[in-house]
């Protein structure tokens, strides 16, 4: 919290970061029976994390979306290794934050395992999404792809799509005009 709040960036980026890192802590808190304070980041406290969320948070702070809608996570499957042993996928962090924000997840077809949706995508999501799901009717109006590290026997990929919707939509229960250009 002090590296965050001490760097130099702007307030609202700051604030961006922040709201991933207390979604975290919140849910680790509920997993592991303790208080915030006492919360230990374990693997999510790695320094890749870290540079995963504040370049996540800097890219919405630069394109300030005007709505981020997230479509379902896919959650994965197995076992994964972690610092309190073999856990079932989706992890208990995951979970938590799904429940917590009532996140449905993707339906899975069986071919895609491994740990799908981190903690950490997992609460950016959370943090970040005003709405989840698809929007509808929609056009594409730019694309941008990351690609993943881990190999598995499919693509390894997050897609952001910025999208035009021409109509008055109801989004999360608000009824929303967005911009019809880029």
């Known amino acids: 919290r002090a590296l965050i709040i001490n ?16 979604e975290l802590a919140e849910a680790e808190s509920i997993v592991h029976g303790k208080s915030i304070e006492e919360v230990h980041f374990h693997e999510i406290g790695l320094i890749d994390s870290l540079v995963d969320v504040v370049g996540v948070c800097t ?30 996928v989706p992890v208990p962090v995951v979970l938590e934050l799904a429940k917590k924000h009532n996140i449905q997840f993707s339906s899975p077809d069986g071919s895609m395992t491994g740990e799908l949706t981190t903690p950490t995508g997992m609460a950016l999501i959370a943090a970040l999404s005003n709405d989840y799901g698809y929007p509808g009717s929609f056009r594409l109006s730019s694309i941008g792809i990351g690609l993943g590290k881990k190999t598995f026997k499919h693509p390894n990929f997050l897609r952001v799509c910025e999208i035009q919707i021409s109509d008055n939509r109801s ?12």
């Open 59 to 88: 890219a919405v702070e630069y394109l300030d979306p005007k709505h981020i809608i997230s479509s379902f996570p896919p959650p994965g499957s197995g076992m994964i290794k972690t610092s309190h042993g073999f856990l079932p």
């Open 7 to 22: 760097s130099p960036w702007e307030s609202p980026l700051k604030e961006k970061i922040l709201k991933v890192f207390v």
């Open 171 to 182: 989004i999360n229960n608000e009824s929303v005009k967005l911009k019809s250009q880029s």
